[in-house]
């Protein structure tokens, strides 16, 4: 079973900090990954996509992909209490149509 | 543009019951998505489809089914509703190709009883 997992528990940062999440991915060929935030009691909406190495940055969002290390990382800079939310990891599994989701980290930014 | 539209907002079922929840997007997408989200957990896929007539399971397909008759609708058919398919369950889509970006419905939470 082709899986993604984000294992931390609720993250409560200070207003202004940095805010940064994890996720493992167990298919060593997907290409394709995604961070959607989802506030409580809406539906997600895409933050974040990224498909090659390295850093792809916009605006306070910043994902990280190591395909060699099978994990994706999202920073949050200037941490804002808008920010407050799940955050759900995705990714588009190899020769795959299927987009399989983290169970999600809930972030908490304090004022 | 209404986007992806999902019918009804709230249900409560019986055990044993069934019901479909609707599901129907406007921007001429060729993928369609059921997901269910359980409280405090990510989303789990139920059925997907690439395209008018074609539809595959996903992680829980059990105890229910999918039909994709034209590229607009996408109808998730619950047959007889147990207390595990109390959920959330998120309709979303996108084009297939170009930038991949999941547009989500606005979710319908079902409560069986």
């Known amino acids: 079973q082709k899986e993604v997992e984000q294992n931390s528990g609720p993250l409560s940062v200070p207003e202004g900090a940095i805010a940064s999440l994890n996720c493992t991915y167990s298919?060593?060929?997907?290409?394709?990954f995604f961070w959607y935030r989802q506030y409580s009691g809406k539906s997600p909406e895409l933050i974040m996509s990224?498909?090659?190495?390295g850093d792809k940055e916009d605006g306070r969002f910043t994902a990280q992909l190591n395909k060699a290390s099978q994990y994706v990382s999202l920073l949050i800079r200037d941490s804002q209490p808008s920010d407050s939310a799940t955050y759900l990891c995705?990714?588009?599994?190899?020769?795959?149509?299927?987009?399989?989701f983290g169970k999600g980290n809930q972030v908490v930014v304090i004022p | 543009n209404a986007g992806v539209t999902q019918t009804p907002k709230f249900r409560i079922l019986k055990i044993g019951q069934s019901m479909t929840l609707q599901c129907t997007q406007d921007?001429?997408?060729?993928?369609m998505y059921w997901y269910r989200q359980d409280p405090g957990m990510g989303l789990k896929l139920i059925y997907y489809?690439?395209?008018?007539?074609?539809?595959d399971k996903g992680e829980v397909p059990n105890g229910y089914n999918v039909s994709r008759s034209t590229t607009e609708d996408f109808p998730l058919r619950l047959e007889l509703a147990a207390p595990s398919q109390t959920s959330v369950y998120f309709c979303?889509?996108?084009?297939?190709?170009?930038?991949?970006?999941?547009?989500f419905g606005s979710g319908t939470q079902l409560s069986v009883l």
């Open positions: 921007m001429n997408h060729n993928y």
């Open positions: 298919d060593r060929g997907s290409q394709s």
């Open positions: 489809s690439v395209g008018a007539g074609i539809t």
């Open positions: 979303a889509s996108w084009q297939g190709t170009g930038y991949e970006k999941l547009f």
């Open positions: 995705a990714v588009r599994f190899y020769g795959n149509n299927r987009l399989a």
């Open positions: 990224i498909y090659s190495n």
